[in-house]
């Protein structure tokens, strides 16, 4: 299914076959692509470039569709990895963190800090979070799959 040109995201660069590789939904996904473009939100002047997820209900382009901007793209990757590297360890831990200090990380991005850190407003975050880690596990070898990959395109570039 090709993704649309003739709206407010103009995208470039495009993976087109996207729901053939959705995780667990491969080949059964209602996300049908994503893209890199020109951001819906553009002023006169201004350009921003964004990652869209492209979303198909059978019958139209959903509204569930999401566009970020790029630079949440890389913090959400960069959430993703600071979890996973939580979880290789939280077995140490009775409820899988520390109660008394549920601050994973302070990521330093832009002259502050980016805070990773349990929600513990979360009222079941002591059920939640090992429903969690068990996801997390059940899925490793996906999520490992797309890590090594990124890695290893990260090296190519020189990171």
């Known amino acids: 299914m090709k ?3 003739t709206l407010k995201h103009k995208p470039v660069i495009v993976s087109e076959n996207y729901e053939n590789v959705d995780g667990r939904d491969a ?3 209602d996300t049908k ?10 002023d ?11 979303r198909h209900t059978g019958g139209k382009w959903s509204r569930q569709s999401e566009e970020l901007p790029l630079h949440r793209v890389l913090d959400l990757a960069i959430l993703v990895c600071r979890t996973k590297l939580h979880f290789q ?4 831990y009775e409820n899988l ?4 200090d549920p601050i994973i990380d302070r990521v330093g991005l832009q002259g502050d800090a980016m805070t990773v850190e349990i929600c513990t407003d979360n009222s079941k975050i002591n059920e939640d979070i090992k429903l969690f880690s068990q996801a997390l596990s059940d899925d490793g ?3 490992g799959e797309r890590l ?9 570039m020189g990171y």
């Open 3 to 5: 993704i649309p040109t």
């Open 27 to 29: 080949y059964n996904s």
């Open 33 to 42: 692509g994503l893209s890199l473009g020109l951001a819906q939100w553009n």
């Open 44 to 54: 006169r002047g201004k350009v921003d470039i964004s990652a869209k997820v492209w």
């Open 89 to 92: 360890d939280a077995y140490r």
């Open 97 to 100: 963190y520390d109660p008394k």
């Open 141 to 143: 070898e996906m999520i």
């Open 148 to 156: 090594r990959t990124l890695s290893r395109i990260l090296k190519e």
